[in-house]
């Protein structure tokens, strides 16, 4: 019971942050990509790792390391011409 209870959260949790406007993900993603693009990293390796039987503090640390690498990565690709402007 536990267990499926778990997968079942994890569903509703990846469908929620996906960035279509009738879900959560939609208004973060169209309020703040910055947001967005640091969350939803976080939140799905954060699932990953609770899967996959890590302790919980643990893939809570890694988790937002493993966001933090990819907000920066996606700032530097990504977002670097937003704020630069056109040349």
């Known amino acids: 019971d536990a267990l499926v209870t778990c997968y079942t959260i994890k569903l509703v949790l990846v469908t929620n942050i996906l960035p279509l406007p009738m879900f959560d993900g939609g208004k973060m993603y169209f309020g703040s990509r ?10 799905i ?36 011409t937003v704020f630069t402007g056109p040349r």
Not at 34 to 41: E, K, L, N, Q, S
Not at 49 to 55: A, D, E, R
């Open 34 to 43: 910055m947001v967005y693009m640091f969350t939803t990293p976080a939140l």
């Open 45 to 80: 390796a954060a699932s990953i790792l609770m899967l996959v039987n890590v302790p919980v503090f643990l893939s809570i640390i890694l988790s937002l390391l493993i966001a933090v690498v990819l907000w920066i990565v996606y700032c530097i690709t990504f977002e670097r």
